[in-house]
């Protein structure tokens, strides 16, 4: 029998720090060196191409950069999907998200949520003795038993849900007024307890300072025991919003402004290592939910050479910039090119830390191989490409199989601009076969080609749909557990 979350707690408990615990490591053995801590810098609709390393164009990342030299530089990293919540729910779980039935993007108000009974990242490190901070957008649920303190986190400051999200207890005023967008009232939260309301779009031009200052001060509080820092930016979501001190920064102009300050956010974290003579004991992740909002135009970032943006399942959805820095273990200035994903972040971090995985089945896989840069480590060969339940794809090694789907797309369509969205074209999409490694950009079918390939993703894809289930052929998946369900009663666990 399964036994309930705070059974498994209880079960592991700080125990699991001498279960299992890697050798390098050695805590059950009296070595002095502690468990790494771990800082995962995690923002909101940033494209592949949207960081010097991966090709910036009119801005510059030089903070990111650094950490790719020293560190490592992931070109075939994904998000489980192209879309905020289902995206968050399967980095903090190691699950895709139809498996934790997360679907899209939680509206505020919405009566369901990651189930608080899920483990996440931050109750498996909190179980082995770290202290937990969460600074930023949450988006699993903004009822009081689905927010941060609920799920593992000692601390919280931030916004429930995306930054253009209407309250659902605002009194209606439009979302336009002439030809621009009204932005809402949102509820900034520290803990369980609205702090303020960030009212006016200058409130949003302050808020990554203001997680980055929390971030600071959570790792010189927490200097002495190891810690996990979650800092997961509302930026460059749109409405973009940038400090004084990076506005009118860059060539590119808005956008690039947002991602420059987010950079000099990733030089403050990395800086307050150093001061506290933690950079050589912490393992440094970066990357993003998910691709570009393409229709946005200027107020949007770049897939590079991927196909398509936010939303879809096609690369330049899910695939996403992936810098991760521990001095050490991971060689400086490494690229990998092998196959990873946010799912992989949980399972790798039990395995570091100790901790013990969770009881419930999961999809992530342990990367510590790839990091330290072993030559034959492969640990993902196979990726699920699922986007509101339906499966739309899988990955193995270079091939892509793509099944016939209904699709939003910005191709042939006029973006927007300054701010303002344009419309996205509504395409149905046929079943095909991409080669990755000769074509990133998914323009040709070469089914005909492979057909003992196509057969082999076709076996691949029905294992998907058997377990996690899938829309689009009216699947029910056997291992889809239920999520979190808004208690009239409220609080927590």
Known sequence: MTPTRREFLQRTGLAGLCLGTPGWLAACEGVARRSPNVVLIFTDDQGYADVGVYGAEGFTTPHLDGLAAQGMRFTDFYASEAVCSASRASLLTGCYAPRVSIRGALTPGAQVGLNPEEITIADLLRGVGYATGAFGKWHLGDAPQFLPLQQGFDQYLGLPYSNDMWPVDYDGTPATSGNKLRWPPLPLIEGNEVLEIVDE??????????????????IDRNAESPFFLYLAHSMPHVP?????????????GMYGDVIEEIDWSVGQVLAALDRNGLAEDTLVIFTSDNGPWLNFGNHAGSTGPLREGKGTAFEGGPRVPAIMRWPGRIPPAAVCERMASTLDVLPTLAAITGAALPPQPIDGVNILALLEGQPDANPRNVFWFYYAAELRGVREGKWKRVFEHRTRSYVGVEPGMDGLPGPYAQPTVPTALYDLENDIGETTDVSDLHPDVVRRLDEIAEV???TLGDRLTGREGAEVRAPGRKSLAGAGR
């Open 240 to 252: 973009l919003g940038v400090s004084e001190k990076y506005r009118g920064h860059s060539e590119q």
């Open 201 to 218: 779009l200058a409130d949003q031009d302050q808020l990554t300072t203001r997680y980055t200052e929390r971030a600071l001060d959570f």
């Open 464 to 466: 998907a749909r058997a």
